[in-house]
């Protein structure tokens, strides 16, 4: 049963998305920001149209292990096709830069890395507050 506050949408996240402003209490990013051609316009709308207090939740590859996933598609181990789709990796500073200069206050932006190992920290997962 899904409940009726839940809203699913399907749009085109590389133009303006035709959601009312201040009208979504969480967003999620999950695996798709390093995808996207242009992450600065699209953190502006979801800027836009999150609510205050509002949360955008992220994960993104950590660009420390960057030729680690370039070696496994290149080997077929992961998709190839999805990995040469990447337009950018983040590291924990520049995610919370891109955050900052789109409209985040850094301090309503959590940073974490999984898993919770600085060896292998393959993931970035940052929550950013309205």
Do not use: C
């Amino acid at each position: 049963m899904v409940d009726n506050k839940i809203k699913l949408l399907k749009q085109d996240i590389n133009t303006k998305l035709n959601i009312p402003s201040n009208s979504m209490d969480y967003i999620t990013l999950l695996a798709v920001i390093e995808h996207i051609d242009n992450p600065t316009n699209l953190l502006k709308e979801i800027k836009r149209i999150l609510k205050k207090g509002g949360y955008l939740i992220i994960t993104t590859p950590n660009i420390r292990w960057k030729w680690l996933l370039e070696l496994m598609a290149y080997l077929r181990i992961i998709s190839k096709n999805e990995i040469d789709d990447h337009k950018i990796y983040y590291s924990t500073k520049s995610i919370i830069s891109s955050l900052s200069s789109n409209g985040f206050n850094k301090k309503n932006i959590k940073v974490h890395k999984y898993p919770l190992n600085k060896l292998f920290d393959f993931v970035i997962l940052a929550i950013a507050q309205k």
